[in-house]
């Protein structure tokens, strides 16, 4: 029996990983390998076929989330598990994307790993749940979620369905008492997670020769300023309170850019921030 529903969840991988459903991550880009219209209307065909209620609900235009539950019961507490759609860009793969190159005991492709592998487990732990239908069980829904990859929305979506219920949806109408969610991570259980705020500074300047620079305002000089402010400030949350398991709060510039040439006084200057 363990060994069919291995069996059955390997080939439901392939069959997951020859759905692209690629996040753009930003760019402006065409082609049949986008967003993951295609995973979505997988996962509601595989929702109606196990014949348990589901929904798919529009994120933003043409993505969405597929949620589905097993028949509620009362008394019991509810698990919300949850699996992103997309997957992150192809270029530079070293394997065919799509199709699902089972070598040595393993399997390629893009998303095998993040988090197609894990959409298979939980379809088919769900899917057991579904059709044996132990007594006690907890009760289970399994939200497969768009946009995780890039920005996010998908989820956001979620937890605002829970948390100002909107007759939106008919599954999630409450926050659930656990979350399971797929990420990658060696197989560990974890508990706590740092998150994550990034953001962009810009300082503007007046452009004008570098032989006169009086004449100009040079961003890179003004954005200079707030970068030792920042540098002060990361150097002071490393004494603040540590959290056992994800450390102290960080800050961290990673990329500046500005000017447009050695002779010219910037008139813009960029950082980004990770905090
Ligand atoms: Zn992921």
């Known amino acids: 029996m363990r060994g069919e529903m291995s069996m059955d969840a390997v080939r439901l991988l392939k069959q997951l990983i020859a759905i692209p459903s690629v996040n753009p991550m930003g760019r402006t880009v065409t082609g ?41 019961k009362p008394g019991v507490p509810t698990i919300l598990m949850d699996v992103h759609q997309d997957t992150v860009p192809v270029e530079g793969m070293i394997v065919p994307p799509f199709e699902g190159t089972e070598k040595d005991g393993k399997i390629y492709g893009r998303g095998a790993c993040d988090v ?8 088919m732990a769900f899917t057991r749940l579904v059709k044996d239908n132990p007594p006690n069980a907890a009760n289970v829904i399994l939200s497969c979620t768009c946009d995780e990859e890039a920005t996010v929305k998908g989820i956001n979506h979620l937890v605002q369905l829970s948390e100002n219920p909107s ?10 008492d656990l979350g399971l969610v797929a990420e990658p991570t060696m197989l560990d259980i974890v508990v706590a997670h740092r998150g994550a705020t990034r953001w962009k ?27 030792k402010a920042l540098q002060t400030y990361a150097d002071e949350l490393s004494g603040w309170d540590a959290h056992p398991l994800c450390g102290p709060p960080t800050l961290s510039v990673g990329v500046i850019e500005g000017g447009e040439s050695v002779n010219i006084v910037p008139d813009w200057c960029t950082i980004e921030i990770d905090r």
Do not use: W
């Not at 995973?39 to 589901?54: H, K």
């Not at 197609?116 to 379809?123: E, N, P, W």
């Open 32 to 72: 049949d390998i986008y967003f993951e219209g295609r995973l979505t209307q997988f996962l509601c065909n595989y929702f109606a076929e196990l014949g348990v209620e589901y929904e798919s609900i529009e994120v933003v235009p043409g993505r969405n989330n597929v949620i589905a539950r097993t028949t509620p």
């Open 116 to 123: 197609k592998g894990s959409m298979a487990a939980m379809l």
């Open 167 to 176: 007759g939106l949806s008919k599954i999630l109408t409450e926050p659930p």
């Open 201 to 227: 500074i810009k300082t503007k300047g007046k452009a004008c020769h570098s032989s006169q620079p009086n004449d100009g305002v040079n961003a890179i000089y003004k954005l200079a300023d707030v970068i």
